[in-house]
């Protein structure tokens, strides 16, 4: 939502990003559990950045590797809820990653 209304690329909108990141690495300090805490402070700061770009095709694939971090803290925690989450996170990643070049090739085929 606090990308939806900025304009891309603008000042407000990369300062926003790099606010927003910050505020996940703060909040991590915050609530600091030993080095596990990282995986979770890196992928969310991460994503966070990934989201700002508005690129959808980046979006997808940057879930594969935050969401991945995120799938091996929960797995160190045991919480099967975050487990599960994630991990449809990361399949649902997949399936728009491909879907999205099978209908580029699609569309290369037609063009020809």
Known sequence: VAFYFQKD????HTVTALALSLTMIVLGIFSWQGPVSLLIMIA?????????????QLLRKS?????????????????????????ISIVSSIIGITR???????????AR
């Open 63 to 87: 879930v594969i590797a935050t969401s991945g971090l995120i799938l091996i803290y929960n797995a160190i925690v045991f919480s099967i809820g975050g487990m599960t989450n994630e991990g």
């Open 100 to 110: 999205f070049r099978k209908e580029k090739v699609a569309s290369i085929e037609e």
């Open 9 to 12: 690329r603008s000042t407000v």
């Open 44 to 56: 969310l700061a991460a994503n966070t950045l990934f989201m700002a770009t508005g690129n959808p």
